[in-house]
């Protein structure tokens, strides 16, 4: 098989969207890979570059996930190992956490230190889910920020979400937004990054995340 | 910095044609859904709504094309509402490429319908549509709605609010707020409902039916609480574009993404 990017499928998301805007992402740079959606183990292992969506609670994904034959070790040696580049969206980037806290408490990946709860605005009047086009705000330089741009009139992103991830370690943070308090928008620790909102809803904001996330080297 | 209200347009489909008709400059077939969504994509609109009310069981796989063509070319959320029935009418949708399922007549026979599809998919993609008309009262002292059906012709003698509040307890991430009274009026949104129903819940309502104009989509905001304005006719049509009416929106104080 030619060089293809893997979106794992374990039952979660609107995984056709974020295959679209891939797509689009990749037809913008000219880029001859494909995207391909897989629930196969050797199809995920032979990738160039991973993507984990989700969508829904953080255990039904995380044990969507390691429904997944030997699914567990692969990310081990492609990702944590090797430093493939990962990029997990939305439920996909809290189950890089320690731990998630979403009806019980449940393991996750532990690649950021950090874990994730519900969010608490300090106004009470906010509304929750957190829905809709939130302000970006760029907390550190990285590839996958280039071309973009932030604070007062800078680009908003689509976010849907009613639990977030509080990290540890400030330097994982990449961006964030204000909801009552910070909010944290997108991580990123050497190979790996994710994003809180949904960059294949995101339009043009979207697609030049995505289009970094191809044309990233860590 | 927050939050932006977001202004959503909704499009009626039938068997995978837009009706009501949409008239917009450049647009090559007018009764095409797809050709639709993707003007309003460019044009900066928050959020999509695809509303299919094709009656006939034969012609409801016309949807799943439509969202599924959508899909290639628009990359926003993506609301589609109308005969979801099923937790596979559901999962049929979300991977066509919709985000939001709107429910609304399962919604009442079927409360525990709410529960499991939330469970299954999460609140943030399970809409409830509250299509509601106002109770006369005697005594007029506090305004009351009921839930309606079947496009608002069928009675449920559910109080609206109740049934607001019920939905949200069983999951709903959303609540579409519609005045069956005001539902293609264009005299604005029935204020009293969307505040009455926006104050009591946590979740984020969209105020719908009855747009007649900018100003009506500020009232909702500024004196119906809604997190959302939804409307048809004043887009379709050309009266306003989405640009104009963000400007106008964040000329009255509303926070608006222009970017």
Same mark, same amino acid.
């Given at each position: 098989m030619s060089r293809y990017i893997a979106i794992i499928d374990y039952?979660?998301?609107?995984?056709?969207?974020?295959?679209?805007?891939?797509?689009?992402?990749?037809?913008?740079?000219?880029?001859?890979?494909?995207?391909?959606?897989?629930?196969?183990?050797?199809?995920?292992?032979?990738?160039?570059?991973?993507?984990?969506?989700?969508?829904?609670?953080?255990?039904?994904?995380?044990?969507?996930?390691?429904?997944?034959?030997?699914?567990?070790?692969?990310?081990?040696?492609?990702?944590?190992?090797?430093?493939?580049?990962?990029?997990?969206?939305?439920?996909?980037?809290?189950l890089m956490a320690e731990t998630g806290h979403e009806k019980g408490e449940h393991k996750g990946l532990g690649w950021i230190k950090g874990d994730v709860r519900e969010i608490k605005p300090s106004n009470k009047s906010l509304k929750i889910p957190h829905m809709g086009w939130n302000e970006i705000i760029f907390n550190q330089d990285h590839v996958l920020l280039e071309n973009l741009s932030d604070g007062l009139n800078g680009q908003h992103a689509y976010f849907v979400h009613s639990y977030q991830m509080q990290i540890k370690n400030q330097n994982d943070?990449?961006?964030?937004?204000?909801?009552?308090?910070?909010?944290?928008?997108?991580?990123?620790?050497?190979?790996?990054?994710?994003?809180?909102?949904?960059?294949?809803?995101?339009?043009?904001?979207?697609?030049?995340?995505?289009?970094n996330f191809l044309r990233w080297k860590p | 910095m927050s939050l932006k209200t977001r202004i959503i347009p909704c499009l009626d489909v039938k068997d995978g044609r837009v009706v009501k008709g949409v008239n917009f400059v450049n647009l090559v077939d007018a009764g095409d859904p797809v050709e639709a969504a993707i003007a309003y994509d460019s044009a900066g609109a928050d959020e999509l709504c695809f509303l299919d009310i094709t009656a006939s069981h034969e012609g409801r796989d016309t949807i799943f094309d439509v969202v599924e063509r959508t899909a290639e070319h628009c990359f926003m959320p993506l609301t589609v509402g109308?005969?979801?029935?099923?937790?596979?009418?559901?999962?049929?949708?979300?991977?066509?490429? =919709?985000?939001?399922?709107?429910?609304?007549? =399962?919604?009442?026979?079927?409360?525990?319908?709410?529960?499991?599809?939330?469970?299954?998919?999460?609140?943030?993609?399970?809409?409830?549509?509250?299509?509601a008309r106002k109770v006369k009262t005697l005594d007029n002292i506090q305004n009351k709605w009921e839930i309606y059906t079947h496009g608002g012709r069928k009675a449920s003698g559910l109080d609206a609010?109740?049934?607001?509040?019920?939905?949200?307890?069983?999951?709903?991430?959303?609540?579409?707020?519609?005045?069956m009274d005001r539902d293609g009026t264009k005299i604005g949104f029935d204020l009293e409902l969307t505040?009455?129903?926006?104050?009591?819940?946590?979740?984020?309502?969209?105020?719908?039916?009855?747009?007649?104009?900018?100003?009506?989509?500020?009232?909702?905001?500024?004196?119906?609480? =809604?997190?959302?304005?939804?409307?048809?006719?004043?887009?379709?049509?050309?009266?306003?574009?989405?640009?104009? =009416?963000?400007?106008?929106?964040?000329?009255?104080?509303?926070?608006?993404?222009?970017?």
């Open positions: 039952g979660s998301g609107n995984l056709r969207s974020a295959q679209k805007a891939l797509q689009l992402a990749a037809k913008n740079l000219d880029l001859p890979i494909e995207i391909i959606v897989s629930n196969r183990p050797e199809v995920i292992d032979k990738a160039e570059r991973i993507v984990l969506p989700g969508v829904g609670a953080f255990a039904d994904c995380y044990n969507g996930l390691f429904s997944i034959a030997d699914i567990g070790s692969i990310l081990e040696q492609r990702i944590i190992k090797q430093g493939l580049p990962f990029l997990g969206i939305c439920v996909g980037m809290q943070l990449l961006a964030s937004c204000d909801y009552g308090g910070e909010i944290t928008a997108m991580v990123g620790k050497d190979n790996i990054a994710g994003t809180q909102f949904h960059p294949e809803k995101s339009q043009k904001f979207g697609i030049t995340i995505l289009e | 109308g005969g979801v029935r099923t937790i596979e009418d559901i999962r049929k949708l979300l991977l066509c490429g =919709a985000d939001k399922v709107a429910i609304n007549s =399962a919604a009442v026979n079927d409360p525990d319908f709410i529960n499991r599809a939330s469970d299954k998919f999460g609140n943030q993609c399970i809409v409830v549509s509250v299509d609010l109740e049934f607001a509040l019920d939905m949200e307890k069983r999951g709903a991430g959303e609540l579409l707020v519609t005045s505040q009455t129903i926006a104050d009591a819940v946590k979740i984020p309502v969209v105020a719908s039916g009855g747009v007649g104009n900018l100003n009506h989509l500020v009232e909702g905001v500024k004196q119906g609480h =809604a997190s959302a304005v939804l409307a048809a006719s004043i887009f379709h049509f050309g009266t306003h574009s989405i640009s104009e =009416a963000k400007e106008y929106m964040a000329k009255n104080g509303i926070e608006m993404r222009q970017d």
